[in-house]
């Protein structure tokens, strides 16, 4: 079997585990579709949003602070830290959104997260 078939398997995998991440741990706020509730859960089919890497790995790990989002624009919205999540769930998490409502898929290793925890 060539690389590209092995890894595009892995990455087919990740995704069905993130699929299953994301309905135990995101579902109940974001929704299953990703839209979220208005005013209260940001949708997050947001392209530009999902090609930040770090952005959603520090967004995973250490939630948002009431009052406060990337811009520095006040939300009132809290999204709890959700750092109990192993690396190889956060990487499968980001990995499902963004193939769902991203651009394309994006990979993060496990470095990147250990990294910014
Ligand atoms: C208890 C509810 C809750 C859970 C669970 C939750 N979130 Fe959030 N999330 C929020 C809220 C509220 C915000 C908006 C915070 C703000 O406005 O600053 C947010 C923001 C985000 C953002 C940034 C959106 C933006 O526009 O900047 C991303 C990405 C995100 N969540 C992904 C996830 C993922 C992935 C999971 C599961 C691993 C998850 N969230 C679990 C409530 C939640």
């Known amino acids: 079997m060539s690389q590209a078939t092995a890894s595009e398997r892995d990455i087919r995998n990740q ?6 991440a994301f309905a135990d741990n995101c579902k109940q706020c974001h929704q ?4 979220g509730e208005e005013k209260l859960y940001p949708s997050l089919h947001n392209p530009a ?12 790990l250490h ?5 406060q989002d990337e811009s520095g624009s ?14 190889q769930e956060i990487a499968a998490i980001i990995a499902f959104i963004t193939n769902s409502w991203g651009d394309e898929v994006l990979i993060v290793t496990d470095k990147q997260i250990e990294d910014a925890r």
Do not use: C, H, Q, V
Request: aromatic share 4%.
């Open 15 to 20: 995704i069905a585990l993130g699929a299953l």
């Open 74 to 87: 006040e939300t009132g919205r809290l999204m709890p830290r959700l750092s109990f999540l192993t690396n």
């Open 49 to 60: 949003l999902l090609a930040d890497k770090s952005l959603m790995i520090k967004t995973i």
């Open 63 to 67: 939630g948002r602070a009431i009052g």
């Open 32 to 35: 299953l579709d990703g839209y």
